[in-house]
């Protein structure tokens, strides 16, 4: 069974709005990490936002929020008023108790703002 | 100061050769990771390595092996380059905070190296 279940392949959001990139994840483990990423054009790998499974409130980081929802095993990240340069792939991923040291990566998620 | 720096960020090169690709990570972390990110973006891991453990993804042909000289640095070998080598090849590295610790250390990505087997 797939890890982290990224079921859009492709999203298109009008400059301004807000958009939302789900997110799905498997494990029996009790503690876990969530992350996500983003890979703008030029093929870095940029950190945006984590969410831990133990985390009483939903995690924010600027215009990035993540809607975690543990009993739906969902963390699906918001961004709100997109810009331009939000244009870019994004990958949810996972990090378990158990497999300390692997990290589970999603198929990703392209993103493309509309002017 | 560079966290995780790779190189080269291209390398392009024949098949049947044989070529590697260094990562040096300045953040005192416990684990490094090879990642291979093919023409559909898709993220697959190839190795981790801490001072403990190596782990192979059992789906990684042997011609790839993972040399660490020392915790800093993890580089890639890759032996008798095939065109299906072609891809982007990602060095990172996190920290284990420790099981009771309930936190999680995110990962440390370098840059990339584009791999191109002609």
């Known amino acids: 069974a797939q890890k982290i279940t990224q079921t859009q392949p492709g999203m298109f959001v009008q400059e301004k709005e807000a958009v939302t990139l789900d997110c799905t994840y498997d494990?029996?483990?009790?503690?876990?990490?969530l992350f996500w990423y983003k890979q703008p054009s030029s093929g870095e790998m940029i950190f945006l936002i984590y969410?831990?499974?133990?985390?009483?409130q939903n995690a924010t980081e600027g215009r990035y929020s993540l809607n975690f929802q543990k009993a739906r095993k969902s963390a699906n990240l918001v961004i709100s008023a997109s810009q331009l340069g939000d244009s870019a792939m994004y990958f949810c991923?996972?990090?378990?108790?158990?497999?300390?040291?692997?990290?589970?990566f999603g198929t990703g998620t392209s993103l493309t703002v509309i002017p | 100061d560079t966290a995780v720096s790779q190189t080269p960020k291209y390398l392009v090169t024949q098949m049947g050769n044989d070529k590697s690709i260094k990562c040096e990570q300045n953040?005192?972390?416990?684990?490094m990771y090879w990642y291979k990110q093919d023409s559909k973006k898709f993220l697959k891991i190839m190795f981790s390595?801490?001072?403990?453990?190596?782990?192979i993804n059992e789906t990684v042909p042997n011609r790839f092996s993972p040399k660490s000289p020392d915790k800093a640095h993890l580089n890639l070998h890759i032996n008798s380059l095939e065109l299906g080598d072609s891809a982007v090849y990602f060095c990172?590295?996190?920290?284990?905070?420790?099981?009771?610790?309930?936190?999680?250390?995110?990962?440390?990505f370098g840059s990339g190296t584009q791999l191109s087997v002609l």
């Open positions: 953040l005192g972390h416990d684990t």
């Open positions: 494990t029996s483990d009790p503690s876990y990490g």
């Open positions: 991923a996972m990090r378990e108790i158990n497999t300390g040291n692997q990290f589970y």
């Open positions: 969410q831990g499974s133990y985390d009483q």
């Open positions: 390595y801490n001072n403990k453990e190596l782990i």
């Open positions: 990172a590295s996190s920290q284990d905070l420790g099981q009771g610790s309930g936190r999680y250390e995110k990962l440390f």
